[in-house]
């Protein structure tokens, strides 16, 4: 038995047959166990909703937004809680302790954040945080169709256990 969190991308693959990697994603999602506990995180849903609601008032066609919020709101949520909460600003720590110089002021927003050793940004949202400080909080195998997110996370957060497909 595994207990999966899925994540905002790889929902977004997961009903929309016009992704690229959509039949990797499918197969993925057709190899879940019927012991398996697969959770959508509420950030997902929010996610999905903001992306529909910004489409909408652009004009553009929603239905396909539509439809993968139908279908990820089957799944059981996980939701953020006190304890989400504590193991978020661990995870915000470690990433900046990994990442950042901190003999200077870190800028305020993660979106800012720029590695140390390369000065890229590191391209790190706070939704993917609170997903992330999700997965760590109940040791749940993270899926996602997002290799920066691991790339950025794995290094930082040694116990995150994460899957890219």
Do not use: C
């Not at 002021?105 to 400080?133: C, G, K, T």
């Not at 749940?140 to 790339?151: G, N």
């Amino acid at each position: 038995m595994e207990q999966i969190l899925l994540d905002t991308n790889f929902v977004s693959v997961l009903f929309d047959s016009r992704r690229l990697n959509f039949e990797a994603v499918q197969a993925r999602a057709q190899a879940f166990t019927e012991h398996d506990l697969v959770y959508l995180s509420a950030i997902v849903l929010a996610e999905l909703r903001y992306g529909m609601e910004a489409a909408q008032r652009a004009g553009q066609d929603v239905i396909h937004i539509r439809h993968t919020l139908e279908q990820a709101a089957t799944y059981p949520l996980a939701q953020v809680g006190r304890h989400t909460a504590e193991v978020y600003g661990d995870v915000k720590a470690r990433l900046a302790d990994h990442y950042l110089d901190l003999t200077r002021r870190p800028p305020r927003w993660i979106e800012n954040w720029q590695d140390r050793a390369s000065s890229q940004m590191l391209q790190v949202d706070e939704n993917d945080l609170w997903i992330v400080a999700q997965a760590v909080e109940r040791d749940y195998l993270l899926l996602t169709s997002d290799q920066r997110l691991a790339d950025r996370f794995r290094p930082a957060i040694a116990e995150l256990r994460v899957e890219v497909v």
